[in-house]
Each structure stands twice: as C-alpha cells, then as structure tokens.
C-alpha cells in the first residue's frame, strides 16, 4: 500500500518542502535545510520519518530525491533578483542510491543550467555512510560539481565510520555537528569535548562548522564560546512552510 500511495504522491504532486532556518551569530538568516514533508490525502501531512526509511529500501528515494532537488533550485531561482534572498542557501539532503546514480552529476548541472542558478547557494549534504564507500568515485563526482560552484556539508559529523584520511580529500564546505552531540552538550563531557574537536577540525581544515538540533540559549553560548558560529534548531524555529520561511527571513534579516 505504501508502494502504490508514494506513486501516486509523486504523480500528483503531494510532496511538500519545508525549510528549516540556518543562522549566523548574528541572528541573520543565512540559509536553510529544505525537508520533505507529505501531504497524505487521507493521513494528512507526514514527516519523513514515515516513508523516508521504506523508500530508501525500494529505491523510490531516487525519484523522490530528484524531485526534492528540482524543488529546491526553482526555488533559488524565484529568489535569484529578489535581494532579501539573494544571498540565501538550501541545503539537500542527498541519499547514497540517488549519489550513486550515474547520472547524477549531469542532473545537477542541467538543473544548474536550466535555471540560471548561483550555484554556490546550492549546498548539497553527505552522510558519513555515504563517504566511506567508493571513495574515488564519490571524488570525481564531487569535484565536477565543485568547480561549478556546488558546496558540500558532511551531515551528522561524528556519529558514522569516516576517517580523518577520508576527510582531507574530499572539498568539503561545511561540518555538521550532529544533534545527538548538541542535545547533550551541558552535561556529558564527552560530547563537550567532541563539539570541541569537530569545530577545531572545522577551522583548521578551513570549513564552516554549523551546529544543528540547538533548543536552548545555554547550549548556543556553549557553542559560540568554543567557536561555532552558525545553528540550526528549535532555538530558533521548526521547519517552516515556504511562506512561513519568508516572513521569518524579513523579521531576522530586516
């Protein structure tokens, strides 16, 4: 049944992107994780969680992936000339099936082409899952798209297999540090010192480091006081519909 209602959902366009706000230390909003949600005709809306896992086990995450990427850069595009968004940047979540596509770096490129795009307002996320496989591949593939101007973030930073060797290779723009290590972060020592790590590693490798699951303003000034300067989480807000997101962006960046 969930087969035959994830056709029809991408047949009638019952899939919904959300965006959850990426902010400096500033507060100005500098970007945003799109999410997929459902609008399930009789179940109403779904979070990933409910069809993500199964679609990933069936290889629907291919068509669903590539329509998440569509979404996101006609979206870029309808902010191309607007300057309140001009400068802001979605975040895709890529699933290792739809990497391994062959033609996945030519779609992004036609993507890219097709609309005009800035291409460095694109940044698509990677699992430590998906880097510690192939790696020579996963090379080529990111450095085609590098010298377009595509940026790279390493998602949930800390909780996979990579290793340091895999990391200085791969043009990476961005660590994540995982939420698991953020929610934590005022009473555990370990996931201290690891914050600590990621975003020294971060720094000296010459990455961004943005921290995501933030809730309280406790864990923020732990983070900006060890050097993370970008955040993500309820903090700040939820995933917001597309609407909802512009109007955030207008109060925070005026």
């Known amino acids: 049944m969930l087969d035959s209602d994830l056709d029809v959902a991408l047949r009638e366009q019952q899939f919904v992107l959300h965006y959850q706000p990426q902010l400096d230390s500033t507060g100005k909003v500098i970007g945003a994780e799109v999410l997929i949600r459902w609008q399930h005709p ?3 809306l779904l979070g990933p969680g409910e069809f993500i896992d199964h679609a990933e086990k069936t290889g629907m995450i291919i068509p669903i992936g590539q ?9 870029l595009r309808c902010w191309k000339d607007d300057p309140r968004y001009a400068d802001i940047g979605l975040a895709v ?23 005009a795009i800035d291409a460095r307002r694109l940044d698509l996320e990677l699992t430590e899952t998906l880097i510690v496989q192939d790696i020579d591949d996963l090379l080529r ?23 340091l060797s895999h990391l200085k290779r791969l043009p990476l723009n961005t660590l994540k540090i ?10 555990d020592t370990s996931s201290q010192t690891i914050v600590r790590t990621v975003i020294a590693l971060a720094q000296s490798m010459g990455m961004n480091v943005i ?9 923020q000034q732990v983070l900006l006081s060890n050097g ?6 309820y903090l700040f807000s939820k995933p917001l519909p597309l609407q909802a997101f512009t109007a ?7």
């Open 42 to 44: 009789v179940r109403g």
């Open 67 to 75: 329509w998440v990427l569509e979404q996101a850069v006609r979206q």
């Open 93 to 115: 979540n890529i699933s290792q099936k739809q990497f391994r596509q062959s033609n996945f770096v030519a779609d992004i490129l036609r993507l890219i082409d097709e609309h």
């Open 141 to 163: 593939k990111m450095n085609a798209l590098v010298e377009r101007g595509v940026r790279f973030s390493l998602d949930d930073f800390g909780t996979g297999f990579s290793s």
């Open 178 to 187: 995982d939420r698991s290590f953020v929610c934590d972060l005022l009473t």
């Open 211 to 219: 921290a995501e699951g933030v809730e309280t303003d406790a864990q």
């Open 228 to 233: 993370c300067m970008q955040f993500q989480g």
């Open 248 to 254: 955030f962006v207008e109060r925070q960046n005026g």
